[in-house]
């Protein structure tokens, strides 16, 4: 018999809890009866059999997400062009004056709709696409004129938000607005200015209160956290927060989030980008600690067969970070090419069942073996925070149950 599970010692070390990452099931019991033999930890699943590989359990609900059919996903880049050059843009040095054009956007069109059979969900990306809003209701109108069911949302760095755009919104579906600060004005204005040096802050929340105003669209405010602003992040917020809050119709069309600031370009100033550890220790909530340990982690939109980016040469890529590096390209959307050999190399290569590290990994379920674009980079699996911290976690989930009852 083996044990598959973490024990963690309670209440001045006279018990343990004990946690499976495999069933997701939580128990406590006296330190004595911690042995192979006691019949809740075997009944519990805490306790098998020496072959049986509880990987395989995971491993098939993997799969099984890998290859379920979702409706059609696609990312598409009205334009490879930007108003603005913030220092970390994972697309520096692939920026140019490319647009897409309306042959380009029949193709697209085409496209979504041989393939969005089951309905699609479309995200408007660049660049920054508001330079080329008119792609955008150019093939939104072609696709609700043909029945498409689909929904859409934008990703902008938010300085661009003409009136009449703005009053096409909800005609035009787009459920969401995803616009990104960087910390307070002084903060943000040092990193997010247009090549005049102007900085951008207070334009920015101009439009984001105008969508709220005069749109039923959410408005998702990310923060871009370094070591810089981390510390500000809450106090911002709540400014921000206040000054939109005579907008907002209800707390529903709001929604203030953060990320962090990756080093993927080695940018100057890159040495403020925060260590994951760090962004997990900052917000992480010690009162839900559940969120973290009662789901499995499956594949990402990468590795899905319904996913696709388009840049607006016509290229197509599997991930957002790939978009105006044609190197790593799985065809051409207005060729009508997709390479099967690449699509199948994106989805099925690197799997975290293949690496012996991540076989004997406990948190592997809560894991999914990490990102594939930085398996691809880095040549190995890159560990979460979660990894580091699961003793904390489950101790807090022990101790909120408790709470509970």
């Given amino acids: 018999m083996k044990f598959s599970i973490y024990n963690i010692p309670v209440d001045d070390g006279e018990y343990v809890i004990v946690y499976n990452t495999i069933n997701q099931s939580l128990i406590r019991i006296h330190r004595g009866d911690y042995v192979v033999d006691n019949d809740k930890l075997i ?13 395989l359990l995971y491993e098939n609900y993997y799969l099984k997400q890998l290859y379920k059919e979702y409706a059609l996903n696609v990312t598409i880049s009205t334009t490879l062009d930007c108003n603005l050059h913030c220092p970390y843009c994972f697309e520096e040095g692939h920026k140019r004056d490319v647009y897409l054009s309306k ?28 330079l080329n809003h008119k792609a955008i209701s150019y093939i939104t109108k072609a696709l609700i004129k043909e029945g498409i069911n689909f929904n859409s949302s934008i990703i902008s760095n938010g300085t661009i938000m003409p009136e009449d755009f703005v009053r096409q919104i909800d005609s035009l579906k787009i459920g969401s607005v995803q616009v990104t600060l960087d910390g307070n004005e002084f903060s943000h204005n040092r990193k997010r200015f247009f090549a005049s040096q102007q900085g951008t802050y207070r334009i920015i929340l101009k439009n984001i209160r105008n969508l709220l105003e005069n749109t039923n669209a959410k408005v998702i ?83 899905q067969e319904n996913t696709f980016v388009f840049s607006p040469d016509g290229a197509v890529h599997k991930c957002l970070q790939q978009v105006g590096d044609n190197s790593d390209s799985i065809g051409n959307v207005f060729q009508s090419t997709l390479n099967l050999k690449r699509l199948s190399q994106w989805k099925l290569s690197n799997l975290p069942f293949e690496a012996e590290d991540c076989r004997k990994c406990r948190v592997l379920p809560l894991c999914g073996g990490g990102c594939p674009i930085d398996i691809l980079k880095n040549g190995h699996h890159k560990c979460p925070p979660i990894k580091r911290r699961i003793e904390k976690v489950v101790r807090d989930y022990y101790n909120v149950i408790k709470g509970m009852k």
């Fill in 43 to 55: 009944k519990g699943g805490f306790v098998v059999e020496d072959d049986c590989d509880e990987v």
């Fill in 103 to 130: 042959e380009g956007c029949d193709k697209i069109i085409t496209f979504v709709k041989t393939k969005g059979k089951k309905g699609a969900r479309i995200i408007w990306f660049g660049g920054e696409p508001m």
């Fill in 221 to 303: 405010i990310k923060f871009n956290l370094d070591t810089e602003n981390i510390n500000s992040y809450l106090r911002t917020k709540r400014e921000v927060e206040d000054y939109l809050r005579a907008s907002l119709i209800n707390e529903s069309h709001l929604e203030i989030t953060h990320n962090l600031v990756r080093n993927i370009t080695d940018f100057e100033g890159s040495t403020a980008c925060l260590a994951d550890d760090e962004n997990f220790d900052f917000f992480y909530n010690e009162t839900e600690p559940g969120n973290l340990l009662t789901s499995f982690m499956g594949p990402c939109a990468y590795r």
